[in-house]
Every structure is written in structure tokens, then in C-alpha cells.
């Protein structure tokens, strides 16, 4: 009798361990549900996050006032929408959809050439402005009378030098393809863009890639720099949201198309590009 209420005792531990077991299991998966945040979400905490980079486009501080094309288009967003934006600097693409991801924040608002590989994990809004990306190098006099590549053949067994995680990586890749050599890529995770622009002038280093819109800004100031090498066919730049907020998505891209037609529009394009 002693040995049967032994075997119940073991019984019901036995059952009882397992029901934990499960009960666990079922907790730690619902746990790990990620929390969705979305339009109703944002409305509801009345707070957008955007993140832009702090450069000759993005933004700015110039005679005490802030610029720049990004700046400006979230401002009349945030009009638009009645919502407060909280804005972000923050120049590495990487850590800006590292944040995006983890919801820090809701929007990278900031010229990206929109690849194949990035629309695998990210969602993009329609078209804001059309740019390709150009070959920066010295001008002849400022490099012991060396003429600028013209032909990407030339480009073999170069070093290009590229911030860390550049878009610019992919393309330089399909041209090392396309050209049939090597061509040797740089990533620097100390300077961004302009910054490496900077040291091409300075004689620093050879050779980057930027946009055209913000390398023509920067030729304007810096007379020893040669931009006019295409590196990429004309490319759609978009802002970057996460998959999982489609109704932003549309939002946003409802407010994009209304306000590209107006002359505020135009005004803010122009006095930038």
C-alpha cells in the first residue's frame, strides 16, 4: 500500500512538472511576439520618430539657423500631421534600420539608393528624389597631373574607399563583375561620406563614392574634387519604414504625393538640389 501511494506521488509530480513545462513554453513564445508599431500606435503616443544624417543635405546648422532638404520635409510633415517629431541624427545607414528594427524609430528619412537587398528587409516609400552615385577623385592639377578615370576599366585593382555597410558596396561589386577584376573596397567605419570626400581632396586618399546631388554641393566648395565619372545609372531614393508598418507606409505616402505637387514643394527641392 506504502509502494502504490509512492507511485501516485511520482505520478503526480511527473504530470505536474510537464504542465509547467508547457505552461512555460507557451508564456515564452507569446513573449517573444514582437510588439507591432504602427500608425495606431504612433497616434496613439502622438510621437513620430525619424532619424536623418547631419550632413549638407539631411541637416544642418548654418549662421545659427537649421537646414536641410530632410529637415525641412519633416517639418511640414509634422505640420501636416499634427504629430510631435522627434528627430534624430544619426550618419551610419547601418545603425539608423538597426534602430528602425528596433523600433526606435518609425522613419529613416535620409537619400537611399533602394537596392534589391534592401527592399528584402525593409519597406520604402514611393519615390522623393531621383539621384545615381558618382566617382569622387582628384582634379589632374591636384594630383601630379594624373587625369581622372573616365572608364570604369580603369577602375581595376583601384581601392575605393566607402563608409562601413555603404549601398555603394553592392554596386561597386556588380561593377567589379561587369568590368571582369578586381576592384578593392575600403570600408571605413571612422568617416562618413563627406568626410571621405574631404580626405580625397586633401590627397588622403584616391578615391570614394557619394551621390551626385550632395557631391555637386561639395565640388561647389571644394575646387580640387572631380565628380563627373558616373558610378550607377539614375536611381529612385526613398525613405525607409519597417514591413510591419504597412498602414505608415500608406500614410506617408499618401502625404508624399499630395505634397509633391506643391510649389512649397519645388521651393524646398530647389533651394537644395
Not at 534602430?99 to 525593409?122: C, H, M, S, W
Not at 553592392?170 to 570626400?197: K, M
Not at 539614375?234 to 505616402?253: F, G, M, V
Request: aromatic letters at 10%.
Amino acid at each position: 500500500m506504502k509502494l502504490k501511494r509512492l507511485l501516485y506521488f511520482y505520478l503526480f509530480l511527473a504530470v505536474f512538472v510537464v504542465c509547467t513545462i508547457v505552461l512555460v513554453s507557451k508564456i515564452s513564445k507569446k513573449s517573444q511576439v514582437p510588439v507591432v508599431r504602427d500608425w495606431p500606435q504612433i497616434e496613439r503616443d502622438s510621437v513620430l520618430n525619424i532619424v536623418t544624417d547631419y550632413n549638407s543635405v539631411g541637416y544642418f546648422v548654418s549662421g545659427g539657423s537649421i537646414m536641410g532638404f530632410q529637415y525641412e520635409m519633416v517639418k511640414e510633415l509634422e505640420k501636416a500631421w499634427g504629430l510631435k517629431i522627434a528627430l534624430f541624427l544619426e550618419n551610419s545607414l547601418e545603425d539608423n534600420l538597426k534602430g528602425l528594427t528596433e523600433q526606435k524609430y518609425d522613419i529613416v528619412a535620409r537619400n537611399i539608393p533602394v537596392n534589391f537587398d534592401l527592399r528584402e528587409n525593409f519597406a520604402f516609400t514611393n519615390p522623393i528624389t531621383f539621384n545615381r552615385q558618382v566617382l569622387v577623385q582628384r582634379k589632374a592639377q591636384f594630383n601630379d597631373s594624373i587625369p581622372p578615370v573616365r572608364q570604369h576599366l580603369n577602375l581595376a585593382k583601384k581601392t575605393i574607399f566607402v563608409s562601413k555597410k555603404s549601398p555603394a558596396i553592392l554596386r561597386l561589386n556588380n561593377l567589379s563583375h561587369e568590368i571582369g577584376d578586381t576592384i578593392y573596397i575600403r570600408q571605413d567605419e571612422t568617416y562618413n561620406e563627406e568626410q571621405l570626400v574631404m580626405r580625397v581632396a586633401a590627397g588622403e586618399i584616391d578615391f570614394t563614392i557619394i551621390d551626385e546631388i550632395t557631391a555637386k554641393e561639395m565640388a561647389a566648395r571644394m575646387p580640387e574634387i572631380d565628380i563627373d565619372t558616373d558610378i550607377s545609372f539614375t536611381q529612385l531614393e526613398s525613405w525607409a519604414l519597417r514591413k510591419t508598418s504597412p498602414i505608415l507606409l500608406d500614410s506617408l505616402n499618401g502625404w508624399l504625393s499630395d505634397f509633391k505637387k506643391t510649389k512649397k514643394f519645388n521651393a524646398i527641392r530647389k533651394k537644395y538640389y
